[in-house]
């Protein structure tokens, strides 16, 4: 889960205790955007412009891929 979403910048991924090994941030026409990891479950898209994204995470038990808004 990521929240907060919508977002302006930063968000956290509630990954239930799983080790996150990355994280991917994706426009709408699935190009890797980039975006900084503050720590291991975080990540600040504040410096993309507004709009849709796909947030990939991969963790130990295989990946997930979330849709945030960014304001």
Do not use: C, W
């Amino acid at each position: 889960m990521l929240v907060p979403n919508p977002t302006t910048g930063a968000l956290t991924i509630t990954n239930y205790e799983l080790r996150i090994e990355s994280i991917e941030v994706f426009d709408i026409y699935g190009r890797k955007q980039n975006a900084e990891s503050r720590k291991e479950n975080e990540i600040d898209i504040s410096g993309l412009p507004a709009g849709f994204y796909f947030v990939k995470i991969t963790t130990e038990n295989g990946k997930v891929t979330k849709k945030v808004i960014k304001h």
